[in-house]
């Protein structure tokens, strides 16, 4: 049976997580993913600001809400320098029309070999996030940035080996913002986020934690997703 990681989700599962796909890669090749939760903020947030990906050819506001999902390391151990990569995931509102752009990707499930993905609409925006419990949050990984998560409509499932997660269903593409005068630039130009759909299954518990927009508690009602790092490919 899956659980996830006590130390960053005081979670308890209330349904079987079917991940048998994830539990046949050998640990070495599926190292580091993070579950991904539906959750209700305490304190929704309604914003919007400007972005850009290496996708764009300039500057495009967005609106979100949020946050809608929230992810966390499954294996707390490979935390960067016991910096654990948190984000909270805000909904595009009224998000742009489908990308329809083709990038190459390559992920620990297809090792060397490259896949293609065909983006949609964005319909999330990532946002670094630390968590607060007892004691002072730990800090945020100097390589984790801003993200566009992006619709997959079309994947070159022959390229992409099994056994995966579930899915492909999202590609997040490293963004950066502008917010009033303040410019956060992308932090790591080749790491993208490779996102999974996975069976649904009920969680209970809550997170508090911390962004650029404030302190919120999220109540955790589902697990939807999986991701792993992904680079471009050739």
């Not at 984000?87 to 293609?116: A, C, H, M």
């Not at 934690?209 to 790092?229: K, P």
């Given at each position: ?92 509102r ?68 099994e ?31 490779m ?5 649904a ?31 471009r490919?050739?």
């Amino acid at each position: 049976m899956f659980a996830l990681p006590c130390s960053a989700l005081p979670f308890r599962v209330l349904l079987p997580v079917v991940l048998v796909a994830l539990a046949m890669v050998p640990r070495s090749v599926a190292e580091s993913p993070h579950d991904v939760v539906s959750v209700k903020a305490s304190n929704p947030v309604l914003h919007g600001l400007e972005v850009k990906t290496e996708l764009d050819e300039k500057r495009r506001w967005i609106n979100f809400r949020g946050p809608k999902l929230y992810s966390s390391p499954r294996d707390m151990d490979q935390a960067d320098n016991g910096r654990p990569s948190y984000l909270n995931w805000y909904s595009i509102r009224k998000p742009d029309p489908e990308s329809g752009k083709t990038i190459q990707l390559r992920d620990v499930y297809s090792g060397s070999q490259s896949f293609s993905v065909r983006l949609g609409q964005p319909v999330f925006y990532l946002i670094p996030a630390q968590t607060v419990a007892d004691g002072p949050p730990a800090e945020v990984p100097e390589s984790l940035g801003h993200f566009i998560a992006f619709e997959i409509i079309d994947v070159d499932s022959l390229a992409l080996p099994e056994p995966t997660p579930g899915k492909p269903a999202l590609v997040c593409v490293p963004a950066e913002e502008w917010h009033h005068e303040e410019h956060v630039p992308i932090k790591s130009a080749s790491s993208y986020l490779m996102v999974y759909a996975v069976e649904a299954s009920a969680v209970d518990g809550s997170v508090t934690t911390i962004d650029s927009f404030g302190l919120n508690q999220l109540a955790v009602e589902i697990l939807e997703f999986v991701y792993v790092t992904a680079r471009r490919g050739r």
